[in-house]
């Protein structure tokens, strides 16, 4: 009897919790468009983990409830998503965008607003430098830039290499400026440094260059789409060397457009569904199922990591109020995540180790893993 009225005694607090009024969590998203397979597995993750934690009891008493928003992948529509967010919806924190060019479009409307915005995975510098209401849990562009460039010279043993990037995109323009950095700091040689644009689809001329300048390697630091094509295009060419890229090639379209081309290629990312580790088995598992059977790549993992962060964070500061949650989100340490261990530092960015994964025979597989 005394398990029984537990039990109901339980249960009457999960109800209760649930019946109590939301807790709004603001997302924008590409969630159609050309990256569009950014922003879906971003709110996969997203959409689990609210689920989860409000299958626990919510927060603070009181149940998470997502409104988001589809930016279309369109330059300016993310600042018009975030301010429909906070204006109508009245979210108290916003997850979003995996895009640092997006992200920064949005972040200074969520800093007047003092509204407390993550990026899951933003990986440009600027994004957090936009004010003290932004925070991300991923590693950033200096990082992942010093790692590409050291794989380079100790894991491909390459000395001389090109570099295409996209003007239009600050992810690239930014992760580019780091590897060449650490590269020729480390005794390498940029032999060409060409650039293309978001959309492009022909990259011969680029890649005739990278011929003639006697490339052992290529550094990409683009998005699946373009980076794809671009290896394709080589191969065609008949240039064999690897080619190489950041995480902006995390997306399962990036084996589709790619196909065979691809192998030998590397690139950096947060995640890997391959990872032994208990805790990343459980999540992986629990994702396929939600899913039907999609695996959870880096972007799907970080947007998990991101709301969990912030309900730690909400249940610390004991309150939805903007700047005592924005506190909290500073005071972060140590919180276990999927994707490691996240602590955020004074300028309101994690050190996370990277994962670079090998792509061989239509597969992305792990390779290593990189410690910050």
Same mark, same amino acid.
């Given at each position: 009897?005394?398990?029984?009225?537990?039990?109901?005694?339980?249960?009457?607090?999960?109800?209760?919790?649930?019946?109590?009024?939301?807790?709004?969590?603001?997302?924008?998203?590409?969630?159609?468009?050309?990256?569009?397979?950014?922003?879906?597995?971003?709110?996969?993750?997203?959409?689990?983990?609210?689920? !989860?934690?409000?299958?626990?009891?919510?927060?603070?008493?009181?149940?998470?409830?997502?409104?988001?928003?589809?930016?279309?992948?369109?330059?300016?529509?993310?600042?018009?998503?975030?301010?429909?967010?906070?204006?109508?919806?009245?979210?108290v924190a916003l997850i979003g965008e995996v895009s640092?060019?997006?992200?920064?479009?949005?972040?200074?409307?969520?800093?007047?607003?003092?509204?407390?915005?993550?990026?899951?995975?933003?990986?440009?510098?600027?994004?957090?430098?936009?004010?003290?209401?932004?925070?991300?849990?991923?590693?950033?562009?200096?990082?992942?830039?010093?790692?590409?460039?050291?794989?380079?010279?100790?894991?491909?043993?390459?000395?001389?290499?090109?570099?295409?990037?996209?003007?239009?995109?600050?992810?690239?323009?930014?992760?580019?400026?780091?590897?060449? !950095?650490?590269?020729?700091?480390?005794?390498? !040689?940029?032999?060409? !440094?060409?650039?293309?644009?978001?959309?492009?689809?022909?990259?011969?001329?680029?890649?005739?260059?990278?011929?003639?300048?006697?490339?052992?390697?290529?550094?990409?630091?683009?998005?699946?789409?373009?980076?794809?094509?671009?290896?394709?295009?080589?191969?065609?060419?008949?240039?064999?060397?690897?080619?190489?890229g950041g995480d902006g090639w995390e997306d399962e379209?990036?084996?589709?457009?790619?196909?065979?081309?691809?192998?030998?290629?590397?690139?950096?990312?947060?995640?890997?569904a391959e990872n032994t580790d208990p805790v990343v088995?459980?999540?992986?598992?629990?994702?396929?199922?939600?899913?039907?059977?999609?695996?959870?790549?880096?972007?799907?993992?970080?947007?998990?990591?991101?709301?969990?962060?912030?309900?730690?964070?909400?249940?610390?500061?004991?309150?939805?109020?903007?700047?005592?949650?924005?506190?909290?989100?500073?005071?972060?340490?140590?919180?276990?995540?999927?994707?490691?261990?996240?602590?955020?530092?004074?300028?309101?960015?994690?050190?996370?180790?990277?994962?670079?994964?090998?792509?061989?025979?239509?597969?992305?597989?792990?390779?290593?893993?990189?410690?910050?």
């Amino acid at each position: 009897m005394k398990i029984h009225a537990l039990l109901s005694t339980l249960l009457a607090g999960a109800t209760a919790a649930l019946a109590a009024d939301p807790i709004k969590i603001g997302e924008y998203a590409s969630l159609t468009g050309k990256e569009a397979g950014f922003g879906q597995t971003s709110h996969h993750g997203i959409v689990l983990a609210l689920e !989860e934690i409000n299958a626990a009891g919510g927060v603070l008493g009181r149940p998470l409830e997502l409104a988001y928003e589809d930016n279309q992948t369109k330059s300016g529509e993310s600042a018009t998503a975030v301010k429909k967010l906070i204006s109508r919806d009245k979210v108290v924190a916003l997850i979003g965008e995996v895009s640092s060019g997006r992200s920064l479009e949005a972040a200074p409307i969520a800093q007047a607003a003092r509204i407390p915005m993550i990026a899951p995975a933003a990986t440009n510098p600027k994004v957090t430098q936009t004010g003290n209401y932004i925070f991300r849990v991923c590693f950033i562009d200096p990082f992942q830039g010093t790692v590409m460039a050291k794989f380079a010279l100790g894991d491909l043993k390459v000395r001389k290499v090109a570099v295409l990037s996209s003007v239009s995109n600050a992810y690239s323009l930014g992760l580019a400026k780091f590897f060449k !950095e650490t590269f020729l700091a480390g005794g390498g !040689e940029i032999g060409t !440094e060409k650039n293309f644009s978001e959309g492009d689809k022909d990259f011969r001329a680029q890649l005739t260059a990278v011929k003639a300048a006697g490339a052992e390697a290529v550094f990409v630091p683009g998005y699946y789409t373009e980076s794809a094509l671009i290896v394709r295009q080589a191969r065609d060419l008949g240039l064999t060397m690897p080619f190489f890229g950041g995480d902006g090639w995390e997306d399962e379209q990036l084996l589709k457009i790619g196909g065979e081309a691809l192998n030998g290629c590397y690139y950096s990312t947060h995640f890997s569904a391959e990872n032994t580790d208990p805790v990343v088995a459980q999540f992986a598992a629990k994702y396929r199922a939600r899913w039907d059977g999609e695996v959870p790549g880096a972007f799907s993992a970080l947007g998990y990591d991101a709301v969990y962060v912030l309900a730690d964070a909400l249940k610390r500061a004991g309150t939805t109020d903007g700047p005592k949650l924005r506190d909290a989100l500073a005071a972060t340490r140590d919180y276990p995540g999927v994707t490691g261990l996240t602590t955020i530092d004074r300028d309101r960015n994690a050190s996370k180790a990277a994962t670079i994964i090998a792509l061989k025979d239509g597969k992305a597989l792990f390779f290593k893993t990189v410690a910050p």
